[in-house]
């Protein structure tokens, strides 16, 4: 399948996990990758990989956004797709919560991060009335609370918001913004979690209806979907992958 041929797509947190994996299908359908991501040595890898490029990208900068889309204007061409996969976890329950800095970063990353994507590439987008936005939230931001990290589970319910919002504003200009929420991925972030408590992984899975983790790729078949033509009726869509954990 080569539908998304020539089309040029920026993956935030495209270095691992399912950025990595959306990165990579993207590819395979004839995407141009731009894979944007602060993890230099494993983002450059990625972009070898799917023979795209790689840009070093601080999701919560401003600044940064601004010289990603110039960069990737003056270099590669005009942009029409943009996945949202940068994401960090904090830890902390409500009554044990980090400090008031580390909940911050983790919504500098998780929210501010999505909301700087939308405003930089929407608004460019939004100009030439084309182009598709997935930005990857979590079910854990849907009822039943299926995560004690405040920080994480806040930042993933904001995520949905942020993105209907955008959603409604940017359909009329042919821009469609929808969000995927999976459950829980096999993936480095994932995979650091379990490393502390090993004895989890039989609990967590035994949670799941499917009685399994997701793989990274099954998370980016649905993003490989939103950015689709397939999907060209979907805005504010909200495509949950999680096992049937939130059923």
Known sequence: MTDFADRIIIITGGASGIG????????????????ADLQTGLGTEVASAVDGRFM????SDPNSWS?????????????CG????????????????????AFQKTVAVNQQGILLGLQTFGRY????????????????????????????????WAVRGISRTAARQFAPHGVRVNTVLPGLVQTPM???SFEANPDQVAHVEASIPMRRLAQPEEIAQAICFLLSDQASYAAGAELVIDGGLVA
């Open 20 to 35: 990595a994996a959306a990165a990579k299908l993207a590819a395979a359908r004839g995407a141009r990758i731009v894979v």
């Open 125 to 156: 987008m939004c100009e030439r009335k084309r182009g598709a936005i997935v930005n990857v939230a979590s079910a854990t931001g849907m009822p039943p609370a299926v995560s004690q990290d405040i920080g994480y589970v806040s930042t993933k």
């Open 67 to 79: 010289e990603l889309l110039a960069q990737v204007i003056a270099e590669i061409g005009s942009p």
């Open 56 to 59: 070093r990208h601080d999701v």
């Open 82 to 101: 943009l996945v949202s996969a940068a994401g960090i976890k904090s830890n902390g329950t409500v009554a044990d919560a980090p400090d008031v800095e």
């Open 190 to 192: 994932i995979a650091a």
